[in-house]
Every structure is written in C-alpha cells, then in structure tokens.
C-alpha cells in the first residue's frame, strides 16, 4: 500500500509477478524506462506465472499515470478514486479486467490507444471521459461491457480478438462522445450487443473476419452523415421480434 507518488526510475524494476499480488497507490504513477523486462520497468505478471493488480485509491483531485514504455502493461487495473480523475498519459495495455468503481477516467494527453485483454466493468459511482481515446478489445476468450454509470463517453472502438469465434457482448448500453468523430470497428471476433444499444456518432465499420450481431430490442445507431460498411466476408446479423 503506497500512500504517495511511485516513481521507477530510469534502470530500475518493480516486478509484481507472484501470484496475485496487490498494489494499492495513493498518488501518482511515473516509470522512466523505456523497456520492460523481469528486472527494469514494470512486470505485471501473467495468469500462467502469475499476475497483479494495481488500485488507485488516491484521495487526491487527479492521479498521474506516466510512462516512458510504450505502451505501459498492467494485468488488472482499479480505479477507486475518492478524489476525482485518473489521467494517462501513456498508452496501456491491460492483459486482464479495468474496473472503475469511483472516480473518473480521463486523460493527460489526447489520442492515446488502450488494449483490454478481459472485461470493462463501470459502477454507477465511476465514469469514462476520454472521448478521444481507442479502446481495443483483445481478449483471447469472450469479453463483457458493463456500464452502470450515468453519463460515460466513449471515443472509438476497435474489436480485434484474435480467435473469429470470441466475442465482446455489451451488458449495458454503450455511448460514444459526438464530438469524437472516432469510428467503432470489427476487425476480428463478434461485437454482440444482446438486447442493448450501442450509440456511434462515427462509422461502424465490420471487417472480413468479423461479425456484428443485434438480437431483438436492441438499438444500432450510426452518426449523423457516417457509414455502416460490410467488407468482404464480415457479417451483420440483426434479429427482430415477433410482430
């Protein structure tokens, strides 16, 4: 449990690669390197040798997370902000779960591209407001979506999972920001919004091995002057309710 700032410093590590090991931070994050590796950077871990979760529990109005590693790995990754926001400022990728429970999720920088390896989970006393931002999903099994806050926003979306039989299933409704212009896109694997909503404000774009499936009550919006475009082997499957 770290009460203030971490800062790794340029050659330094902190290797978190037991099993289920827990870092709890209460400021702000900074590593200096450039690489990773067991001993320099930061080493989340993995399910198969073991993996981490880091929390940021500050109680500050904004917690930093800087990194000069491109992009900055976590396995799981918490925010329980009693404060305010969590800024990035460096790309990362999340081989596990993001959980918001409190606290907003914004930036330090625009355009920056986070990958998600397992499920986005927002509780009703959390928010996303990066609306500038890529989120991937990249999950090697079925992913989920769950938003239970009450005005998150949303940048662009890219599913690109590398098995075509996975799928990311929306639980809630999603909503990405108008003003973002950023585009949802099915590169590989099956967006499946069950009976929810999916609000894009850009293209929806479905590429050759990907599918995109809307069961009954479920709502697919398109931006206003945008395309929804079925390359070459993608697939829409759209069911309706009995009249």
Known sequence: ??????YIRMGAG??????????????????????????VGFSPGDTIYGSSTVTFDGNLDDQFLHSNVDPERFHNLVLANDGDMLLPHANLQIDGSLQIVKGVWDRDADGLTHVIGGNLTIDATGSWSDSTCTL???????????DHSPGSLFG??????????TRLRLDTPLRLDHTSGLDVDV????????SQSLYATGNVNIRGHGELVAGPGALLQVGDGATLGVHVGGRLQLAGTDG
């Open 136 to 146: 991937r999903f990249e999950g090697q099994s079925d992913q989920v979506v769950t």
């Open 187 to 194: 590169v590989r694997g099956t967006l499946d919004l069950g």
């Open 156 to 165: 662009g979306i890219v599913v690109d999972q590398p098995y075509e039989a």
């Open 1 to 6: 449990d770290i009460n203030r700032d971490l």
């Open 14 to 39: 902190l290797n978190a690669e037991e099993w289920e090991t827990d870092i709890f931070l209460g400021r702000n994050w900074d590593n200096a390197n450039t690489n990773r590796s067991p001993t």
